[in-house]
């Protein structure tokens, strides 16, 4: 099956005792057409505070589908970046806490476009820009000085949608495959997709989500004795389907 866009998931190992740990929530996130900004919140469970630089790059995909991630650059002539930019960049999470940042778009929206939005933890230096004086780096190393800690990152995927957006799903059940077509502008979700023995609902694939990008196919082969159930995602539109084998 087609198109599943990987989430990355980095680790950087520090020495401490103490740790941060960020959740970021839903790896997916997506900006309707007739919006320019969108709240991320950034959770804190650990027991110490959490300095997250968020970096933002580029998905391309070309015709085969393969993507690469490339940096967001401001054209020759202009005032401001053409994509995604997260403001602040930098937060300071407190342990058992919250911290929010907007992702802010600017640019054409013709086209759908997509983005790797990273939250990374780091040991604050003073290049960082976290405006912590000398005296409080090195408070804060020193609290993070026994031991071994994993201080874990986060990529998720952020999809910004055309202005005007339109959706036009094409729907080809056949006799040993199903298939849906992406003929309009925008990303079709497949949510939830289930694959299981007929009247077994234990008995069952891992359950997977699926991202049909515009232009694109996605097709899986019906089995007899197995049941398909998934929900089509058109925006705020969800539909739940089931197909049998």
């Known amino acids: 099956m087609k198109r599943l866009l990987a989430v990355g998931f980095y680790l950087f190992a520090q020495v401490a005792v103490a740790a941060p740990q960020i959740n970021v929530g839903t790896v997916y996130d997506y900006l309707d057409g007739d919006k320019s900004t969108y709240l991320k919140r950034v959770f804190n469970s650990g027991d110490s505070t959490a300095f997250v630089k968020i970096n933002v790059l580029e998905i391309i995909f070309d015709e085969q589908g393969a993507a690469r991630e ?7 002539g202009a005032s401001a970046r053409d994509g995604l930019m997260a403001s602040p960049a930098r937060l300071i999470v407190p342990a ?28 604050p230096e003073k290049a960082d820009e976290f405006a912590l004086t000398d005296e409080e780096q090195t408070d804060y190393k020193k609290d993070l000085a026994a031991g071994v800690t994993v201080l874990a990152g986060y990529g998720t995927v952020f999809f910004v949608r055309p202005k005007n957006t339109r959706f036009d799903s094409v729907i080809d059940d056949g006799s040993g495959q199903y298939q849906i077509r992406n003929n309009g502008n925008s990303v079709v979700v497949i949510d939830e997709f289930k694959d299981c023995v007929a009247g077994n609902e234990q008995d069952c694939q891992p359950t997977t989500k699926h991202h049909i990008l515009a232009g694109r196919t996605f097709r899986f082969d019906k089995q007899s004795g197995r049941h ?11 539909k739940k389907v089931e197909v049998k084998g």
Do not use: D, S
């Open 70 to 76: 490339i940096p967001l650059q401001t054209p020759a």
């Open 96 to 123: 058992n806490g919250t911290q929010g940042t907007r992702l802010l778009y600017m640019g054409e929206r013709e086209k759908e476009r997509y983005f790797r939005v990273r939250f990374v933890p780091v040991v």
């Open 228 to 238: 398909y159930r998934f929900t089509v995602i058109e925006g705020a539109a969800k």
